[in-house]
Structure formats: C-alpha cells, structure tokens
C-alpha cells in the first residue's frame, strides 16, 4: 500500500551543521504518529522540509507516492499536505467562524467577497460543520485573539482541516496549554477523521503515550529509535538522549 507521507533519506546542512541526517519516515493512511526528541533534536527543520519550507541538499518526499521534494508549499496544500499555524498572529480580530470561513473560501481558490450569497451559505454550513466536530462552536462568535491559549490551539487544527488535508503536521499542539485545557485537546485529537494521517511534534509525554501509535525519537538530526510508545520509552538510547534516567 502507497505510504500518505514518505521521507527517503532526508538531510540538510547548515554549514557545518547537519541539522537532519538521512531521515527515512512512513506514514500511512490513518498514523497517528509522534516525533520526539531533546530541543535540536532537528523536529522541526525536518517538518520544515516536509512541507517545504525548507529545500533538502538530499532526498526525496512523496505524498501518497508522488514526489513532491521540490513542489512549493502552496502546491503541498493543494495535494493534501496540511500543518497548523498560530491563529492569533494571523488573525486576531477575526472571529473563528469567519476565519474557518475565509479558509474554506481559499481553499477553493476564491476571496470572501466575491462569493455569491448561495455559496457563502455552504461555506458557512461546512464552517459550522468543523467546528461542531471538534466541539468549537460555543467559542465560533469570539474573536481569535480573546480565547484561552488551548482554545486557540483547537481553532488552528479547524483551520487546518478547512484544507480538506490527508496528511496533516502539527508542531506541539499542547505547548503551553494548561494542565486544565490539556484533556480538551487530547478530546479534540480523538475526533478527527480515521483515515486522516497525523505526524506530530510534541513534548508531553502523556499526550504521546495516550495519542500515538507510532512514536519517532530524533538526536541530532537523525533517528535513535522508532516503535510503539511503550518500546521507545523502554529503550536504553532514548531514556539516555531523550527521557534521561528518571525511570532507572
């Protein structure tokens, strides 16, 4: 079966520095995978090259078996690759149901303003539809840059599902959210669809260990292990790299 997302020996240099080394990561259909590692582990430049906003020196992605290395990122998008943004330094004043709006709207290529009423209206309904599936429609009304940090975070994951993704990245969706708000996100993770494949970036181990099937434990810009939550967390290399000796 054709992987969603496929990384074949991807690497890139700063100069002297080797920020990710020969990475090779399948996703298919569905995963519900984690990428972990200690700060400069090289996650996010790996993610970075994923979604091109970097270009690697060598090896190739694919997206449902196409190779897409050197496509741009809005050609990503539009293939089905989809990754989360800070909503409130995009769109502070915009309440959520007009921001999921507007994206639907771009997704197909239009402006809010040059919709016809009838089409405004099942940008509306599909508006709706997102954020009742993810249980958001209580805060659609308020403007982004009022709600709490974890709402917040629930708000860049609707925007990004406005996309229609098949893949979709996600850097530390639980970064800074209070222990409160943490429970609603892990909530708002379970609902999105099956067949929906997810990679994410994350540091709270009990988001991972809950959430992800598949866990990638990256140290110095390559990969130290990968295997089940449980597997990873009981290996020696990564409790020396990544967890320390808490659990000796």
């Known amino acids: ?30 995963a519900r995978h984690a990428l972990i590692g200690p700060n400069g582990a090289g ?11 970097l270009a690697p020196d060598r090896g190739r992605v694919r997206l449902h078996g196409e190779d897409i290395t050197r496509a741009s990122v809005p050609a990503r998008v539009k293939r089905g690759l989809g990754r989360t943004f800070q ?7 915009m309440t959520a149901f007009e921001a999921v709006a507007l994206a639907l709207a771009e997704r197909d290529g239009l402006t809010w303003r040059c ?20 249980g958001a429609l209580p805060q659609a009304g308020r403007p982004l840059g009022t709600l709490a940090y974890g709402q917040q975070r629930v708000m860049e994951i609707a925007l990004a599902l406005a996309g229609r993704p098949r893949v979709l990245l996600l850097d530390e969706p639980a970064a ?8 609603r996100l ?23 260990r809950r959430f992800a ?13 990968e295997g089940s ?7 020696p290399a990564v409790r020396e790299a990544y967890l320390g000796r808490r659990r000796a």
């Open 229 to 235: 939550p449980a597997e990873v967390a009981a290996d």
């Open 1 to 30: 079966m054709t992987a969603a997302l496929a990384s074949e020996g991807l690497s890139v240099s700063f100069g002297s520095l080797h920020a990710v080394s020969g990475v090779d990561l399948v996703l298919p259909a569905g």
């Open 115 to 134: 919709l016809r009423p009838l089409a405004r209206r099942g940008r509306r309904d599909e508006a709706a539809e997102i954020l009742g599936r993810l």
């Open 213 to 225: 099937r598949t866990v990638t434990v990256m140290a110095g810009g390559a990969v130290l292990a």
């Open 87 to 93: 909503v409130t330094s995009l769109f502070p004043e």
């Open 186 to 208: 892990f909530e708002v993770l379970e609902t999105l669809p099956a067949d929906l494949a997810l990679l994410f970036i994350e540091h709270d181990m009990h988001l991972v």
């Open 176 to 183: 800074g959210v209070p222990a409160g708000e943490s429970t």
């Open 43 to 53: 996650k996010t430049t790996f993610v970075s090259l994923l979604t091109g906003a």
